[in-house]
């Protein structure tokens, strides 16, 4: 990366699983990355902390993905939202880019998909 900070992620899904593929992947390439398989606990550090990144499943206990993400994006709106669901629909991808989502990836997805993705919202922050 050309600036030296570290870019920071914040990774929601129920299924424990996806943190656990996720999180040692990113911090090989040398991201700060937080895995929350709760969607309080998650509300409640993003409420503490801005993430560069945060990637979110929609279909959770507790409140969905779209009112995590709306509050996400109200509270720091730089942050970058990328959503990742088994669940995907037009329509669930259409409310979710009018909320501002940068990216939607179906489940499952690779690895690669998911650290392009990344890659690309970086740019982006980078160029604001």
Not at 18 to 40: D, I, Q
Not at 43 to 58: P, Y
């Amino acid at each position: 990366m050309s600036n030296n900070k570290q870019t920071n992620i914040l990774i929601l899904d129920d299924e424990p699983i996806v943190g656990k593929r996720l999180k040692p992947s990113l911090e090989k390439k040398g991201y700060l990355v937080e895995t929350f398989t709760e969607s309080l606990e998650a509300l409640k550090r993003i409420r503490e902390h801005n993430f560069d990144i945060v990637i979110t499943d929609l279909k959770m206990e507790g409140i969905d993905g779209m009112q995590f993400l709306s509050e996400v994006k109200e509270r720091s709106p730089r942050t970058e939202v990328i959503v990742i669901t088994g669940f995907a629909t037009m329509e669930t991808a259409k409310e979710s880019f009018q909320k501002g989502v940068f990216d939607f990836l179906a489940k499952p997805f690779k690895l690669g998909e998911i650290t392009e993705v990344i890659r690309k919202a970086e740019s982006k922050q980078q160029n604001i």
